[in-house]
């Protein structure tokens, strides 16, 4: 009768373990700020960009984004070098989500639309509209000399280089502390860009 008991202890062990792990993997994810009314970056053209992933461990990956911001959404389509649509970015009133996307082979993105969602909404809002949307949160938008800082819980969470003005496009880099990335943006239409 006492071995009963003993072969349940390992397994609940390892049930435990197992709900542990899983747990922490979840707080794994960086947080993610308020978001800023779409309106606040409503523009009636498409934005095109390259958009590069530089994780702190592993390879580069370059996507070329379509970028469409209305009232309603935010949608970014994500085309692999060759022209497949990877997948499609999705913000709007039901939160962040990837939609399927035809590039077969191709490997998903491993990162969560909520946090690429995010680090569009820093690099294309206005100051004004960040700072009104983080009010009253963990979260704060502060900009100095060339830079925009975000900020959660008073830690550097990222800063982007040069200062975003979305009046003015140009090749933004952010580095993501909180997230391990490095993502640099580059407007297709720069100088130099075919």
Same mark, same amino acid.
């Given at each position: ?147 925009? !800082? ?24 952010? !580095? !993501? ?18």
């Amino acid at each position: 009768m006492n071995r009963l008991p003993r072969v349940r202890r390992p397994l609940a062990l390892v049930l435990l373990s197992a709900l542990l792990l899983g747990l922490s993997a979840c707080s794994l994810s960086p947080p993610v700020s308020p978001s800023p009314p779409l309106a606040a970056a409503v523009t009636p053209e498409t934005l095109a960009s390259r958009l590069t992933f530089t994780p702190e461990e592993g390879e580069s990956r370059t996507l070329i984004a379509f970028i469409r911001i209305t009232p309603e959404a935010l949608r970014a389509v994500l085309v692999t070098p060759y022209g497949q649509r990877l997948t499609t970015l999705v913000r709007d009133a039901q939160g962040a989500r990837f939609e399927a996307g035809d590039a077969p082979g191709e490997p998903p993105l491993p990162i969560p639309p909520a946090w690429l969602a995010s680090r569009l909404e820093w690099s294309l809002w206005p100051r004004a509209a960040l700072e009104h949307a983080f009010s009253g949160s963990a979260w704060q938008v502060a900009e100095r000399d060339d830079q925009r !800082d975000i900020r959660y819980h008073g830690r550097l969470a990222a800063s982007i280089t040069p200062r975003p003005d979305p009046a003015h496009p140009q090749t933004l880099t952010l !580095d !993501d502390r909180q997230g391990g990335y490095r993502l640099t943006i580059t407007p297709l239409d720069q100088e130099g860009d075919a």
